[in-house]
């Protein structure tokens, strides 16, 4: 079915050359930023550690100093396919970061190719595919990730990768549980909070096989079970090997960048008060380096609070270089306990809606001062961000008007995704503006979708 008044025969010609330019565009586009902002520090000190570990025959580990060796680990900060993807990109090129960041670069126009196509399979609208395909090759959100040593990029390619199938699935009427299954299985494996993904695609299903009453029918809880079951699979195998090497099983959200476990108590008591990205920056410390801590004064609920707080802060700092103390977490966890049974149900509200417009902030209104990420006002990026929120917004009243059931679809599985990531960081005091870069793909698209449909009502009254 042609959904766009451009699908006319000559738009029926495999679309090979506009393939081509989006894909050129894309890799140009992440390349410049490969050139002027390559970055190789934070999170990447683990995934370095591991990636050489698995280059050099040790297996998923870190390398320890005491005793020196290696020991079995999750994977780094997320489940081991970017260092070991990392690792194969060594192995063929040598311990190059270059390498690393070209490859990701490269698989980043693949996947922007691959969503421009299943655009393209469910409008046959050049046009369509045309919009979609290069503001996905040029976005500022997107390709500014190509030179960071960082999950980012491959998190935003997966991601289009299983928009592309949602897609498809649109096109073809039913949920193809097995390729979004298999899309999702990756994405998760690239970055653990790929698996909200699995929010849009049972939505997906819910929408392509609904029955008019507006229950879900059996064939789309059959697809989505399946589609479960496929992420699922890979993870448990995971799970069984950590096991078997003596290490616990699943995920923790406290790994530090020497792939240690940092302080549960400490980040307890952090996340009853922390509601800015700046906050959240300074309360925190690489591995054992805890003379970089420094807290808000807005964290006290009392002065005998802030007494007990700075005492435990001088006894920790004088053991700078080792594990954080077992009896000073403890103490922050009698705190954090202490500090959130204080807080009245006004203050709990004021708190979630601050950390709400910290996370999100700089898409809604990019000129705003008080976001507390240490910047005054916005930046390219920053109006990007802007451009395509609301850009999406008014597609998708564009497309509730016109009734288009496209656009409809792609509104609704983009919704319940910026809403399912957003919910998910806030409950984490997730507060970092690269959590949310995989809205660009939905939102992009989206908007692309409304620019397209209404160059073809303008084109077709013309003639």
């Known amino acids: 079915m042609a959904f766009f008044a451009d699908a006319s025969s000559s738009s029926r010609r495999s679309p090979l050359l506009l393939l081509a330019v989006i894909f050129s565009t894309a890799l140009a586009a992440r390349l410049l930023f490969v050139w002027i902002a390559p970055y190789d520090s934070g999170d990447w000190v683990l995934y370095r550690n591991v990636a050489g570990n698995i280059l050099h025959g040790c297996g998923v580990a870190v390398t320890i100093a005491e005793p020196p060796g290696c020991a079995p680990h999750f994977g780094g900060n997320q489940l081991p396919l970017y260092p070991a993807l990392a690792a194969a990109i060594w192995w063929v090129f040598g311990e190059s970061n270059l390498a690393i960041q070209i490859v990701q670069s490269f698989l980043a126009a693949v996947a922007t190719c691959w969503l421009s196509w299943a655009v393209w399979r469910v409008t046959r609208s050049p046009m369509a595919m045309a919009v979609v395909g290069l503001l996905q090759a040029v976005s500022l959100v997107q390709a500014y990730w190509a030179g960071n040593l960082l999950t980012e990029m491959l998190a935003i390619a997966s991601t289009q990768w299983v928009l592309a199938e949602l897609l498809l699935s649109y096109g073809a009427g039913r949920l193809r549980a097995l390729p979004v299954g298999i899309a999702l299985a990756v994405a998760t494996w690239v970055r653990l909070d790929g698996i909200l993904m699995v929010v849009p695609a049972a939505a997906a299903a819910w929408y392509l096989h609904r029955r008019p009453s507006g229950i879900p029918a059996w064939p789309g809880i059959r697809a989505i079970l399946l589609v479960t079951v496929i992420i699922a699979l890979p993870c448990m195998a995971w799970a069984l090997r950590n096991k078997a090497v003596g290490i616990y099983p699943f995920p923790q959200s406290t790994v530090l960048t020497d792939g240690t476990y940092g302080p549960t108590g400490y980040y307890a008591w952090a996340g009853t008060w922390v509601t800015t990205q700046d906050q959240r920056e300074t309360m925190g410390f690489a591995a054992r380096h805890y003379e970089r801590i420094a807290v808000d004064p807005i964290a006290y609920r009392s002065p005998a609070e802030r007494v007990e707080v700075e005492?435990?802060?001088?006894?920790?700092?004088?053991?700078?270089?080792?594990?954080?103390?077992?009896?000073?977490?403890?103490?922050?966890?009698?705190?954090?306990?202490?500090?959130?049974?204080?807080?009245?149900?006004?203050?709990?509200?004021?708190?979630?809606?601050?950390?709400?417009?910290?996370?999100?902030?700089?898409?809604?209104?990019?000129?705003?001062?008080?976001?507390?990420?240490?910047?005054?006002?916005?930046?390219?990026?920053?109006?990007?961000?802007?451009?395509?929120?609301?850009?999406?917004?008014?597609?998708?009243?564009?497309?509730?008007?016109?009734?288009?059931?496209?656009?409809?679809?792609?509104?609704?599985?983009?919704?319940?995704?910026?809403?399912?990531?957003?919910?998910?960081?806030?409950?984490?005091?997730?507060?970092?503006?690269?959590?949310?870069?995989?809205?660009?793909?939905?939102?992009?698209?989206?908007?692309?979708?409304?620019?397209?449909?209404?160059?073809?009502?303008?084109?077709?009254?013309?003639?």
């Not at 403890?330 to 500090?339: E, K, M, S, T």
């Not at 709400?356 to 920053?382: E, F, Q, Y």
């Not at 109006?383 to 008014?394: L, S």
């Open 311 to 463: 005492a435990l802060l001088r006894r920790l700092r004088e053991a700078n270089g080792q594990p954080f103390p077992a009896d000073i977490d403890a103490a922050f966890g009698r705190l954090a306990r202490q500090h959130e049974a204080a807080l009245t149900v006004t203050e709990r509200r004021q708190r979630a809606l601050q950390r709400a417009w910290s996370l999100t902030a700089r898409w809604i209104w990019p000129w705003t001062s008080d976001v507390g990420d240490g910047r005054k006002g916005g930046s390219p990026t920053d109006y990007d961000r802007f451009f395509i929120v609301w850009g999406a917004v008014m597609a998708a009243v564009y497309g509730l008007v016109r009734r288009n059931r496209l656009i409809g679809f792609v509104s609704l599985i983009a919704a319940v995704f910026v809403l399912a990531r957003t919910l998910f960081f806030l409950r984490l005091i997730g507060i970092e503006g690269r959590y949310l870069v995989e809205f660009a793909p939905f939102l992009e698209t989206l908007l692309g979708l409304g620019i397209a449909t209404g160059l073809a009502r303008f084109t077709t009254r013309q003639v």
